[in-house]
């Protein structure tokens, strides 16, 4: 029994002490504007983001990637992600994401808590 609980703690708090910067909840309305062109488990007008945190750019099955994003080498984790949501054709020059990027750090850190939530 005492090895049940302790797992099931660890269950529990491993994925939040993960995610500490950021609001998982907050993150899921921050994430609103992105459903117009994303969604978990099928591509759209942009690639499948399920998973995203730890992938590998340009690597979802299926999706008409830009050349700027195919050579762009990068792996999506939070620091990546973090600039990339701040102004991602900064971060990867000649992008077809038509999305500016968000100001705020913390929703910047809140929406990756949310992203990481998606397996």
């Not at 708090?13 to 062109?37: N, Q, R, S, T, Y």
């Not at 969604?39 to 690639?47: L, R, S, Y």
């Amino acid at each position: 029994m005492r090895h049940f609980v302790v797992g099931a703690l660890a269950t529990i708090l491993l994925p939040m002490a993960a995610h500490a910067e950021g609001d998982i909840v907050a993150g899921e309305k921050a994430f609103a504007p992105c459903k117009a062109c994303h969604a978990f488990g099928k591509n759209g007008v942009g690639p499948n983001l399920t998973g995203v945190v730890g992938r590998k750019s340009a690597s979802e099955e299926g999706y008409n990637y830009s050349a700027a994003m195919k050579s762009s080498g990068i792996t999506w984790d939070e620091a990546n992600l973090h600039e990339w949501l701040k102004n991602p054709k900064a971060k990867v020059p000649g992008t077809k994401m038509i999305f500016a990027g968000y100001p705020d750090d913390k929703k910047i850190d809140d929406l990756i808590a949310y992203l990481a939530t998606k397996k």
